[in-house]
């Protein structure tokens, strides 16, 4: 990054544009296109986002319902609290 006064340049905006687009699953890059401006890759990386944090809450939701049902002792729960150390 630039050390001038904490200013960015359009070429290091560029950058961590290309960067952000990379993390992108495959069918949003296809979506906004190898040329497509800042501003579609940013709104397509806050709505990739926020399915991750969606997709993170249902999963969530799911294994408390799993934990739920199974005996604290028995060796499934066990299996499961190790995975989540």
Not at 3 to 8: D, K, L, N, Y
Not at 35 to 43: D, E, H, M, T
Not at 44 to 73: F, P
């Amino acid at each position: 990054m630039s050390s001038r006064r904490g200013r960015i340049t359009d070429e290091e905006i560029n950058e961590l544009i290309s960067k952000l687009q990379a993390l992108l699953p495959e069918s949003s890059r296809r979506r906004t296109a190898s040329r497509s401006s800042a501003s579609k890759v940013l709104k397509e990386t806050c709505g990739y986002i926020k399915s991750l944090h969606q997709e993170v809450d249902d999963l969530s939701d799911r294994l408390s319902e799993l934990m739920s049902t199974l005996d604290d002792n028995s060796p499934q729960a066990e299996i499961i609290r190790s995975l989540l150390r």
